[in-house]
């Protein structure tokens, strides 16, 4: 459900109960700056207010009981307010620096975040990478108690250039130098904190091979279309 202009909105202590948590989020986002008018902080600070009242009416809400409700004006002028079942959303783009690039801010249950277009999951047998551009498969390879066969080459399934839908897959072979033996051995991956509308998602391989010892980071930041390949940690044996 949309409200991108002023809107009445019935709250009902029956629904939240299934809310445990009320996560509000504010998204800014760089791009065609659609508020021409705006020279300050002021939308920003106006919406951070509406949305913390907002989260406040929830809270006393829930504390009420069943059966309680009441109708709270809400107006929302610039930007994209949006609300599902476990989160009240806005969004804006613009090419005025409000805040820094990558910025995560919490203030209990409000988040402000900015370029934050990035998520990681898990799905079956895979890791998933993603944001706007570029969606990379990983294999999900043993875990941290229960080693399993480990090939460089074989970390990577395959990636997807959203612009162009093109899905190169193939060989990403990793090696320390020369060492053709550094590629094999045991180790697992593993997928750091999944979640959604984040600045950054990491994926670490830890291969234990013959000779060495070592971490591969795979790390995606918002709105870039590559991954960023780390070496960390290395042990020679």
Known sequence: MRRTKRAQIWISAVIFILVVITV????????VPILKKLKSKTSLV?????????????????????????????????????ITQ????????SDQKLVEPMTYIEKGALKITTNTDVSSSEKGSS?????????????????????AQMNTS??????VFKATNNNVN???NFRIGDNENSSIGTGYTTLLDPASNTATSRIIAFVNSSQFEYKIEYTLE???????IDLKDVVVK
């Open 46 to 82: 106006k919406t951070e207010d509406t949305m913390q009242n907002l989260n406040q009416h929830i809270i006393d809400i829930a504390s009420e009981g069943q059966g309680s409700q009441r109708v709270i004006p809400l107006e929302v002028n610039d930007g994209e307010f949006v």
């Open 222 to 228: 918002s709105n870039a279309d590559f991954l960023k």
């Open 154 to 159: 074989k970390i990577i399934n395959y990636a």
């Open 24 to 31: 509000m989020v504010l998204v800014l986002e760089a791009g």
């Open 86 to 93: 476990d989160q009240i959303r806005w969004k804006i783009e």
């Open 170 to 172: 193939g060989a990403f």
């Open 127 to 147: 890791f998933i990478l993603e944001n706007s551009r570029i969606l990379v498969n990983f294999s999900k390879i043993g875990n941290e108690t229960s080693w």
